[in-house]
Structure formats: C-alpha cells, structure tokens
C-alpha cells in the first residue's frame, strides 16, 4: 500500500493550508485524526499537541513548531548551537539599554509579544524613555534587504524579496509588511549563496523539516540577520507551485517512484 498525503493544519479556516490541500489533491485532518502507518501528515504550522503521532517520514514535528513560533526560544536555539546570524537582543530594559548604548543611532523594537507576526505587537523606540515592558527587545539592524527563503528538506524551493510598491504614498513606520506597503517580488533578486546556505542552517538547527525564513541582509559588512521562520507561510502562485511540488516529490520518494 502506497503512502499519501494528509495535510494537518493549525486551525481548518488556514487559507494557505485550504490552498496547499487543494494543489496537493490531499485532505485536511482535525488533531482528533487517527493516522494510518501509511499517512505522511504534513504539520501545518500547527504546535499544539494532539492525537495524531508523528512518526519519522511526518513533516514538521508539533515541538519544533512550538519552538520556532516563539522568537525568544528561537533566537536562543539558533544562539545555543552557534548560529551568529541574529539580531542583537536582550530581554530586560537594563540589559537593552547597555546593548544599546554601543549602537546609540539605531532604534529599539519592542517586541511585545513573542508568537505574533506581520508586525504585530512591536513597539519602536528611538531612546530608553520610551522603552516599554517587553519579552524580546531588538537593536534595529539597518539592512538595505530583506528576503523570505523557503527551504524543504536541507533545500531552498523558492525565493522573494521584500520590495516597497512603487503605487505606495504612506508613511514609512520602520516595519517591512503588507500593510505598509511592502510586498513579496521574485523579479530581478540575487541574494548571496551564504544567506540561502545559513537559512537552510537555521531551519535545520529549530528541528524542522519545512520552513519560510525571514531574513535581512546589510550588504556593506556583508552581515545576515534571520529575523524569524514561518512554518505555514502564504502561499500564492509560483511559491504555492513549488511548495506542491517539493511535497510530491518527497512522496514519490517514499513510494519509490
């Protein structure tokens, strides 16, 4: 009996997980699930423990997911192992503060909460009285790119580049999304093979077997900032393609076709 495919992901109305199911052809499962030896669930960002069992040829385990969706546990795993490509950060205001004072012209980003994305729940700082109570604080890095690499199995399967809309007349806030202007190009990128090589190091550091990769590059010191890894990214057009063909791929392997 050939393996398949069920994709489980962290709540039902996910559209990037409608969407990767649909391409895939496969089914949704809910964590009540009683999964076959012969399914592959592919974890869909999904942390919470639940009945379904990961067994090896599974994607993604609930506890590296866990892990990586909190930026705090991240940076301390990726810093644990020797992983140098982090923001400088602290966890307290005395500590920030003392950090800050080696870079004084740059600013602080509060990070109010450690599992939110897209911007959410930052809180920017130009000087320590505006500091506010925070999990995570962050020392502005002033990088001039910034990439989200998608990496499967040790493997990068897509690439894109943060850009501004040229259409975009608002005001710049100092965070990089779609709100703000900020969209995800393809067209004319080349970032350096050592930021593609340390996010496929960065994955495989926090456990996973699939990742979307945040990352920053400053071109003139040649320095690499990963931000933070997305374990069920957006997925539209060409990335939703390769994404649908990476997982295939690893199924076909497992059948032997």
């Known amino acids: 009996m050939p393996f398949r495919l069920k994709l489980f992901p962290y709540k039902m109305g996910s559209v990037s997980g409608k969407s990767l199911a649909q391409s895939l052809g496969v089914k949704r499962v809910r964590p009540t699930y009683d999964a076959r030896r012969r399914d592959i669930i592919i974890n869909w960002g999904n942390s919470r423990p639940s009945a379904i069992l990961h067994a090896e040829h599974d994607l993604n385990k609930h506890s590296a ?9 991240t940076f301390q795993a990726l810093e644990a192992a020797g992983f140098g490509h982090v923001p400088i950060w602290a966890t307290t205001r005395y500590d920030i503060s003392n950090l800050w004072g080696v870079h004084p012209d740059r600013k602080v980003y509060c990070r109010t909460t450690l599992t939110g994305h897209s911007g959410n729940g930052i809180i920017i700082c130009d000087n320590t009285y505006e500091l506010v109570d925070a999990p995570l604080y962050t020392i502005q890095t002033k990088h001039k790119h910034e990439y989200r690499v998608h990496v499967f199995k040790g493997k990068v399967i897509d690439v894109q580049q943060k850009k501004k809309r040229l259409d975009y007349t608002g005001p710049s806030t100092g965070i990089r999304n779609h709100s703000n202007g900020w969209i995800y190009a393809r067209c004319d990128i080349n970032p350096p093979q ?56 690893y199924l076909g392997e497992l059948n032997g076709i």
């Open 65 to 73: 997911i866990a892990l990586t969706c909190n930026k705090l546990k």
């Open 194 to 249: 050592q930021l593609l090589d340390e996010c496929c190091n960065a994955v495989n550091i926090l456990g996973l077997d699939f990742g979307a990769v945040d990352v920053g590059y400053r071109e003139r010191d040649n320095k690499i900032f990963v931000f933070e890894v997305n374990t069920a990214p957006g997925l539209y057009g060409s990335t939703l393609e390769k994404y649908t063909q990476a997982f295939k791929f």
